[in-house]
């Protein structure tokens, strides 16, 4: 599968498509993602989000016995 061919791909799907024919709408999602990072920062802490994905290991861990 050519590059083409992928984006020909990815323009059928609703909002992956939009994303890839319009290559502005990447860095405002980006923007989006790290301002969304700094409020949780800023409203939890880093260690509490930092422990999320060792609690959510945790959790899977346990309930595989």
């Known amino acids: 599968m050519t590059t083409t061919n992928a984006r020909r791909g990815f323009?059928?799907?609703?909002l992956v498509g939009?994303?890839?024919r319009?290559?502005?709408?990447?860095?405002?999602?980006l923007v989006i993602a790290l301002?969304?990072?700094?409020?949780a920062v800023k409203t939890w802490g880093l260690v509490a989000l930092a422990l999320v994905p060792v609690v959510f290991i945790?959790?899977?861990?346990?309930?595989?016995?």
């Open 18 to 20: 939009f994303i890839a």
């Open 58 to 65: 945790l959790l899977l861990l346990i309930t595989r016995g």
């Open 35 to 39: 301002t969304a990072l700094v409020l």
């Open 22 to 29: 319009d290559s502005n709408v990447i860095f405002y999602i």
């Open 11 to 14: 323009a059928g799907l609703p």
